[in-house]
Nanobody, 121 residues
Framework: QVQLVESGGGLVQPRGSLRLSCAAA????????MAWYRQAPGEQRELVAR???????EYADSVKGRFTISRVNAENTLYLQMNSLEPEDTAVYYC???????????????WGQGTQVTVSS
């Protein structure tokens, strides 16, 4: 079994900052790519940022220059530093990771439960 647990969401004013965390735990052999997605009400889930095990990153155009994704491989932890937040960033943010477990030989995609980020004055 593998669990991804997010934390760090909340209410913030426009132009403020938040830092999201995602901790992976369980029967983990190796974590490959990790990512943050978000889903606003009435919208489809979209990729925010992604990072490989080697540290290569990619970002959605809407967050480039404002958000930074990072990870600590030794701690199986993923972060998202969000600066200059805008009301359009309001959404539930989900952690995603491609993980090889001790149970199956293939890599599976796991999701966290989501954390709400609300940007409002």
């Amino acid at each position: 079994q593998v669990q991804l647990v997010e934390s760090g969401g909340g209410l913030v004013q426009p132009r403020g900052s938040l830092r999201l965390s995602c901790a992976a735990a369980g029967s983990i052999v190796r974590i490959n790519a990790m990512a943050w997605y978000r889903q606003a009400p009435g919208e489809q889930r979209e990729l925010v940022a992604r990072i490989t095990a080697g540290g290569t990153t990619e970002y959605a155009d809407s967050v480039k220059g404002r958000f930074t994704i990072s990870r600590v491989n030794a701690e199986n932890t993923l972060y998202l530093q969000m600066n200059s937040l805008e009301p359009e960033d309001t959404a539930v943010y989900y952690c995603n990771a491609d993980i090889r477990t001790t149970i199956l030989p293939n890599t599976l995609s796991f999701w966290g439960q989501g954390t709400q980020v609300t940007v409002s004055s």
